[in-house]
Structure formats: structure tokens, C-alpha cells
């Protein structure tokens, strides 16, 4: 057979549906019956270990494949990653040989080595064995090379395709995550007696640091919380559910304290007493962030108790981005409050009460929301948010959260995201529906209230 169709056969190993053991097995044992020798040995480099691992042999005993190591700074191997072709012509009296004794007694007497490279990178060794001393040919030497050079390819092939399989098995993974993360969200808001509430959440990748929660008191109060985790995808994804967790259990243990005191529930939740309350939750959820939290992490939170009998809220914003009320044309920041969670365990808060009215329209959101960039990399901004929100702000909730999308959508275009956005929209009473809800009727819908979408 010659040479070329020899290589050619070789070749076809390679793109056969075989895995890489079975590739290099069947090139070790393609090299020895093509050159006649007795056997043959492939080596690959352990970077970590500094040295060549057996991978595959052929014609070679088990004794022998375990005589001992061979390194990177061996003599042959220096060579062989230089790339020259190694010919021993006789082992027994080459003092380049490290294990003579075995050698003898396998029966071997001549060696050739050549590296086995991929772009350039050394990745291991291919030697060839014969019972003759001067045995190999410039010959043999080409069609070694062509074998090392096979085995390179189907070695990188191989890892590349794991890699491959592992990164789909992790995408995978990410998107089942996904979709329990995005279960964490509220499908739909309460309802709420006097309050009309709508939301959306929008992840950039399968996961995120967003979320935002409705934890009913009773049939007139509710607590709105709305946070993000700095940070993005896994990490941020897993500190955003401990500490979802830790803001739902803190509410249950103050709905127990209620149905256990009995009719007198709602003097604990009014007035200076919910001031209180707010500010000793928002200490503790501060004192367990600053011990999970490293550093460089932090969680923004904006906490709210909206009482829809008495028409108040009570709030505490640590380091998020303020609430906005908008007030017949007004529009105010409510933003009192203090650090973000996680830096300082001592860190004190303020908190503040507001009196709503019929017609109010509060906005919770995070960073997401305004950040968003057209293609030219300008950013849609808190001005443009507000502008959008209040053209709408007699509409219901609905309407109100879908519009300001639909205007962000408009300015940004197709330009990609890199960060989560989340929005709640609460109106007070009934809603006007003036010639300005009439109007956004027209206006592009982008999203459906309550629905946790998942691209935007």
C-alpha cells in the first residue's frame, strides 16, 4: 500500500464514529502494521503533573506500560516538542534511555519518537518499537509523523465535543433553573380592595439577581418588595432565593403575631408601630445579608407596606431605586431610607409614611429598567421612564407597566440588554381613564400583566 492511501486510511480513523479511545487504539495499532514495527506507545502531556500519561499501546506489555514515568524534561521528549523526529537506533547502550532493564526485557532495541501537535502546542508523544537495531527509515518517519499528527486532531475533536456536550448539558440546566427562578416571581398580583397592581419581570439571561414579591398582611394591607442582587446569572440567581426567602418568612412570623393577638391585629400594623416594625425588619434582613453577603456583593431593596384602608404607605428604600409617586401631573421620589444590604451589619434606616389619595400612581422598579441603551449606546433613562409613566398615569396598572415598555422598547430597537428589568405599577382607587387612557389603547402591547416574560 502506499504512503498517501496509507495516510488515508488513516485519516478515515479519525472521522469514523468511534470514541477517542477507540481512535487511538486504532491508531496505535495502524502505525505498527503500516511500518512493520513491533509496537507502539501514545503519551499525552499532564500539564498539572508536569508529565506524559500513558493513553494507548499497542504490541507492549502491561509491565512495561507501567515501568515508571516519563516527564517533560526528558532528553527525547525536550526533542520530540522542538520538533524533531527522535531515532534510537539501539536502546541498549543509549544512556538517553531511562529504563534500560525494562526495555531489554520487553525485547526492544530501536525507538522512534515524534510529537504529536496541534497548532503549534505540544500535546504528547507517539513512539514506535522494533526488536532490530537501526530500523527506521526516513520513511517510517513520515508516516509516523502523519500518525501523531491524526492523533492530535481526533485528541482536540474529542475534547472539543465534550466540551460541547458539557456546555449543552449546562445550558440545559440553566434554562430548568430558569424556569423554576421566574416560578419564584407572583404569576399575578393580589387583589387588594382599592389598589389595582400589575408587574412585569424581564430576565437578560435564564437567571438573575431581580425579583420582586406581594406578601398580603390581611384583606387591607400588603407588603411590596422589590430587590436586586448585584451581580448576574448562577450566584446572583441563588442569593436572590435565600434572600426572597428570608423577606417571606419574616412576613409570615409577623401574620402569626396577628392571629394570635386576635382582634387587636390592626393596632400593630398602623401607625408609629408599623414605622417600627418596618424598621426592625429592614435591620435584620441588613444583619443577614452582611453575613452572607462577600465582598463586593450587596442587595438593593425597596420595602413597602401600602394599607389601601387608611390610604398609606410606609417604606424603606436601601440603596435601590427610589419608588416614584405621581400626583396630579407631580411626580415625587420617595427615597428615604438608607445603605444597601450586606455592607455594614450596623447600618440604621430610615423610614417614612406617605398619604395616598385616589388616582395616585406609585412605580417600583429596578436599574434595569432605565438602563436600557439604543444602538448607539445611549441609555433610556430615568426622564424618558417618568415621561412614558405619566403620559398614562390615568390607566390602569396595566396599561401602565405595558406602555412604559412599550416606549423603552421603541428608543432601544433590537439593541441587546444586560440587565434584568422588573416593574410595578400601583393605582390608588379607581382608575380616571381619561383621554390619556383612551390614547394608549392604540399604543404598541408588549406585555400582558402578570406575566413573567422571558426576552424581551
Known amino acids: 500500500m502506499e504512503i498517501d492511501e ?35 506507545s501514545i503519551r499525552l502531556l499532564d500539564e498539572e503533573q508536569n508529565d506524559l500519561r500513558m493513553r494507548s499501546t499497542y504490541g507492549l506489555s502491561e509491565e512495561y506500560r507501567s515501568k ?31 529504563y534500560k532493564q525494562a526495555t531489554e526485557k520487553e525485547g526492544l532495541v530501536s525507538q522512534l519518537t515524534v510529537a504529536m501537535q496541534f497548532r503549534s502546542k505540544s500535546i504528547g508523544v507517539l513512539r514506535l518499537y522494533s526488536p532490530q537495531p537501526n530500523d527506521f527509515t526516513p520513511s517510517d518517519i513520515v508516516v509516523a509523523r502523519a500518525v501523531a499528527s491524526q492523533c492530535a486532531v481526533a485528541i482536540t475533536n474529542a475534547k472539543l465535543y465534550a466540551e460541547a456536550i458539557e456546555a449543552q448539558r449546562f445550558t440545559e440546566q440553566m434554562r430548568l433553573a430558569g424556569l423554576i427562578q421566574r416560578r419564584m416571581i ?21 437567571v438573575g439577581g431581580d425579583f420582586y414579591d406581594f406578601l398580603p398582611i390581611n384583606k ?9 442582587v448585584i451581580g448576574k446569572g448562577v450566584p446572583a440567581a441563588i442569593m436572590m432565593s435565600w434572600f426572597r426567602g428570608a423577606v417571606q418568612a419574616s412576613t409570615e412570623g409577623f401574620r402569626e403575631v396577628l392571629r394570635d393577638v386576635g382582634p387587636m391585629a390592626g393596632d400593630l400594623n398602623s401607625g ?17 445579608a452582611s453575613m452572607e ?10 420595602y413597602a407596606t401600602i394599607d389601601a384602608a387608611e390610604k398609606t404607605m410606609t417604606y424603606c428604600n436601601c440603596g435601590h431605586e427610589p419608588a416614584v409617586l405621581i400626583r396630579d401631573g407631580q411626580v415625587q421620589d420617595l427615597s428615604a431610607g438608607g445603605l444597601v444590604l450586606g455592607v455594614d451589619p450596623h447600618a440604621k434606616y430610615d423610614v417614612e409614611t406617605v398619604e395616598l389619595r385616589d388616582g395616585d400612581c406609585l412605580l417600583f422598579y429596578t436599574d434595569g429598567l432605565i438602563d436600557a441603551m439604543d444602538f448607539n449606546n445611549d441609555l433610556w433613562g430615568r426622564e424618558r ?24 422598547r421603541r428608543f432601544a430597537g433590537l439593541a441587546r440588554q444586560v440587565d434584568d428589568t422588573s416593574i410595578i405599577a400601583v393605582k390608588v382607587g379607581d382608575p380616571r381613564r381619561s383621554e390619556g387612557c ?16 422571558e426576552a424581551e
Open 68 to 98: 515508571g514515568p516519563v516527564t517533560k524534561d526528558d532528553v527525547v521528549i525536550k526533542a520530540a516538542f522542538a520538533g524533531q523526529a527522535i531515532v534510537i537506533n539501539d536502546m541498549r547502550i543509549d544512556d538517553r534511555i531511562q
Open 6 to 40: 496509507q495516510i488515508y486510511q488513516l485519516s478515515t480513523l479519525v472521522a469514523g464514529d468511534f470514541s477517542l479511545q477507540e481512535v487511538l487504539d486504532k491508531l496505535a495499532e495502524a502505525a505498527v502494521k503500516i511500518i512493520g514495527a513491533k509496537a507502539c
Open 293 to 302: 453577603c462577600r465582598e463586593g456583593e450587596f442587595i438593593t431593596l425597596y
Open 220 to 228: 387591607d394591607r400588603l407588603v411590596i418588595t422589590i430587590a436586586d
Open 186 to 206: 407572583p404569576e399575578k398580583p393580589p387583589k387588594i380592595e382599592g389598589l389595582d397592581i400589575a408587574a412585569t419581570y424581564i430576565p437578560c439571561f435564564d
Open 385 to 408: 421612564m417618568l415621561e412614558a409613566a405619566s403620559r398614562f398615569v390615568d390607566c390602569p396598572a396595566d396599561h401602565v407597566v405595558r406602555n412604559v415598555l412599550a416606549f423603552r
Open 272 to 288: 408609629m408601630r408599623n414605622v417600627v416594625r418596618t424598621r426592625n425588619a429592614i435591620e435584620n434582613f441588613n444583619k443577614l
Open 438 to 453: 383612551g390614547a394608549c389603547m392604540s399604543t404598541e402591547t408588549v406585555h400582558i400583566v402578570g406575566e413573567r416574560s
